[in-house]
Nanobody, 117 residues
Framework: QVQLVESGGGLAQPGGSLRLSCAAAASIFKIDAMGWYRQAPGKQRDMVAR???????YYSDSVKGRFTISRADAKNAIDLQMNNLKPEDTGIYYCNAFISHQASDYWGHGTQVTVSA
């Protein structure tokens, strides 16, 4: 019922910046939370940042002070501003949407972020 469209991935230099965007097309249900998850090569997918409909924001310790998640102008859309990028930020970033009414998680196809000199 929900499709997520991601954009903004690419190649950045260490210390550089990228901005990821995700737009969710939901049928008739409210999206209660959206976020970004990262899967580094050979590692498990884990949470990077999440924002709830009430405005609560959560970050993983590794990105606090460097990444900022925010609600975009469009409904059910989020941005992730990534500053001071490090090589360990490299991975596939997946957009997530949670609908409590359905107790369901939805995932985008992922966008590659590579940080390398």
């Amino acid at each position: 019922q929900v499709q997520l469209v991601e954009s903004g991935g690419g190649l950045a230099q260490p210390g550089g910046s990228l901005r990821l965007s995700c737009a969710a097309a939901a049928s008739i249900f409210k999206i209660d939370a959206m976020g970004w998850y990262r899967q580094a090569p050979g590692k498990q997918r884990d949470m990077v940042a999440r924002i709830f409909s009430a405005g609560n924001v959560y970050y993983s310790d590794s990105v606090k002070g460097r990444f900022t998640i925010s609600r975009a102008d469009a409904k059910n859309a989020i941005d992730l501003q990534m500053n001071n990028l490090k090589p360990e930020d490299t991975g596939i970033y997946y957009c997530n949407a949670f609908i409590s009414h359905q107790a369901s998680d939805y995932w985008g196809h992922g966008t590659q972020v590579t940080v390398s000199a």
